[in-house]
């Protein structure tokens, strides 16, 4: 049990210590933990909020079966192996399965007929029994390792935990109801494709120049709103990390991170590698590796690896849709930590990254529920595609997201090197497991319930896509979700304009109206550079020429604009060889109109297909086993 959770029980530090002390002095008696290594936990204790067992176990001073038989010997109970938990009769009780799952608790009958509880984690005993009807608060203790009791707790609630895990936002701010509706939504979208084509064929250039006039409109507000972002950003300078004072003695707390796998065998070795650099306390770091039931040759590659005490797996079972939210929701309730952190299979992160996320946490008021680190590539220099992938991902991530966020607009997060505070996550009801763009929904609805998002000091190298046809499929999806999170919260627009407010509102409008609308549309806008080398425009008949100028001028500008903001954010020391790529973006532009019909293909037809993004395409490379913070990330980005 941690400090946190004795305060929240009300009860005294000394509690703990006792418990602890008990276990810790069976062991030392035993000569099973030396003196020395003893006292050198009870230091580390001071400084993580965490039990004294967990602490001998991560440090390497005991093995988790020495553990569990000093517990056994504390509670004068035994040890209760998988078949024979499987075997004892289960007690009801009106305590939801996802408590039972995060304090590892099951309440059985035992061999003579007399209640029993069996634990995997004894020092959370205290507030599992809070949860516990009072004719179970004083019963019999039985001992069982973590793992062996959540695996049949998650076994025997089956069909309610994966039931739960696809439904866990609520249905207003989900996209899931549209499973029902597929065979009208598909009848109104065709309706409105054959319209669509009869009045261009009616009235072909009055539809062209409808659909330039929004071109262009949408143009003007987006290059508006980057303009914005690059000013708040500039003038902001270098955001420096959260140092807590030098007087603050406030243990760090228990953080899991999420580590969701789909057929990652090729990166799963090198995955283990870079988590192992990670430098906060093993004591207080919980792993999570999330794998779905029928994907064997992960979980089988998996099996082959020593994992360290403070990594694990857990399975999903299998079921619709089989999306990453869904995933992260089911093992959600397995964590232990009060901080959620997501990763991906193939980052890198800043070795003292959590630190950095734990600390920041700390002195951050309570509506700071999320915390978004920069994502940085690290096979730029593999092909022309990675290279301009890699100045796109600078751009967002060091400059136009840290400018919305001074700005004070909502901001849609990015997919991993997230960190969220675990109670509001969950009253949130994590993720929607039906929308395919996950965490861009989920930024905006932690706004529409008060909570805030920041930017955080770190960096998290991953792998860049590399492949044309990959990098489409991956962007479509992301379109998608960018189409399906618009539509969803746009159900009752005044409801969101009332929880937003004036301003977050009309940045959601332009942020998400304007990034699917440029992508469109953007064949459309290429036409502009006929009107500027002076050649016949389809227009012509219709607009003066004087208009189709005053939008080929306008074209122009935002692309100079876009150069710009490409150039200073490339401008460190680590991305400078990317400068001379900078004028080809605009080449790089067109995948994103195929993906974007892709995606509206997809939205109608398959809204919960996920196009699985392929890793491992470049280790080839040789991606670093962990960043190592270097200078001149901290001067550009954060």
């Known amino acids: 049990m941690g400090i946190s959770e004795l305060r929240q029980l009300g009860l005294s530090e000394d509690t703990a210590d006792m418990e602890a002390g008990a276990v810790e002095t069976d062991l030392v008696r035993r000569g099973t933990l030396a003196a020395r290594d003893a006292m050198l936990a009870r230091q580390v204790r001071r400084h993580c909020d965490a039990d004294m067992g967990r602490i001998l176990v991560a440090e390497g001073l005991v093995t988790k079966g020495d553990l569990l038989d000093a517990h056994v010997r504390r509670f004068r109970s035994r040890q209760v192996a998988a ?27 035992d061999r003579d007929g007399q209640p029993a509880i069996v634990t995997g984690e004894p020092e959370a005993l205290a507030l599992a029994r809070a949860h516990l009807p009072e004719d179970l608060r004083q019963a019999r203790v039985l001992i069982a390792p973590r793992e062996v009791v959540q695996s049949h707790v998650a076994d025997h609630f089956d069909d309610i935990l994966t039931r739960a895990a696809q439904a866990r936002v609520p249905v207003i701010e989900s996209c899931r109801s549209w499973a029902q509706g597929h065979a009208r939504r598909l009848a109104l979208v065709t309706m409105a494709v054959i319209g669509l084509i009869a009045l261009t064929l009616v009235f072909p250039r009055a539809m062209l120049a409808l659909m330039m006039g929004w071109a262009v409109v949408t143009l003007a507000v987006s290059g508006v709103f980057k303009l914005l972002a690059f000013v708040a950003r500039m003038s902001e300078g270098p955001v420096a990390p959260v140092v807590p004072p030098a007087d603050d003695k406030t243990p760090l707390p228990r953080v899991s991170v999420l580590v969701p796998l789909f057929r990652e065998t090729e990166v799963a070795h090198a995955l283990v590698a870079r988590l192992t650099q990670l430098t906060y306390p093993k004591c207080l770091l919980d792993v999570v590796l999330v794998l779905e039931e029928e994907d064997a040759m992960t979980r089988a590659t998996l099996a082959q690896i020593d994992l360290p005490s403070w990594i694990r797996v857990v399975v999903v079972p299998d079921g619709q849709p089989r999306t ?11 964590c232990e930590g009060d901080i959620i952190g997501i990763f991906d299979a193939e980052d890198a ?13 700390q002195q951050a008021p309570p509506e700071v529920a999320c915390l978004q680190g920069a994502l940085d590539y690290y096979n730029p220099r593999q092909n022309w595609l990675a290279r301009c992938f890699t100045i796109e991902y600078a751009t967002w991530f060091r400059t136009i997201l840290p400018g919305m966020a001074r700005l004070g607009f909502a901001i849609p997060l990015g997919g991993t090197t997230l960190y969220f505070r675990r109670d509001a996550l969950e009253a949130l009801g994590g993720w929607d497991a039906h929308n395919v763009t996950e965490d861009a929904d989920l930024g905006f609805r932690l706004a529409r319930h008060g909570f805030r998002t920041e930017m955080v000091a770190t960096v998290t190298e991953e792998e860049a896509n590399c492949r044309p046809w990959a990098w489409v499929k991956q962007r479509s999806r992301w379109l998608k979700g960018y189409m399906t999170t618009y539509l969803v919260h746009m159900r009752r627009p005044g409801l969101l304009y009332r929880q937003l407010g ?3 509102f009309w940045g959601f409008q332009a942020h998400f109206v304007t990034a699917v609308s440029q992508v469109m549309l953007a064949p459309l806008l290429w036409s502009c550079w006929l009107v ?33 903001i490409y150039l200073s954010s490339v401008m460190g020391l680590k991305h400078r060889h990317l400068m001379v790529w900078v004028p080809t973006m605009h080449f790089y532009q067109p995948l994103g109109a195929i993906a974007a019909y892709k995606a509206l293909y997809e939205l109608v037809l398959k809204p919960f297909f996920w196009d699985k993004t392929a890793h491992g395409l470049s280790l080839d490379v040789a991606p670093p086993p962990a960043v190592k913070s270097p200078l001149d990330q901290r001067a550009q980005f954060p």
């Not at 289960?90 to 309440?107: G, K, T």
């Not at 990453?324 to 397995?334: E, G, Q, S, T, V």
């Not at 959590?354 to 600390?359: C, E, G, L, P, S």
């Not at 002076?534 to 005053?550: E, K």
Request: charged share 15%; hydrophobic share 55%.
């Open 532 to 564: 500027f080398f002076g050649l016949p425009h389809p227009l012509d008949p219709v607009l003066p020429r004087a208009v189709m100028a005053v939008c080929a001028g306008l074209f122009v500008v935002i692309e100079a604009l876009n150069l710009t």
């Open 83 to 109: 078949d024979e938990l499987a075997a004892l009769p289960p007690i009801a009780v009106d305590a939801a399965p996802q408590v039972l799952l995060r304090h590892a608790v099951f309440p059985v009958t």
């Open 502 to 504: 004036a301003w977050k």
């Open 349 to 361: 992160p800043e070795a003292d990254q959590i630190t950095r996320v734990a600390r920041h946490f």
């Open 324 to 334: 990453k939210p869904r995933a992260m929701n089911y093992a959600l309730d397995f």
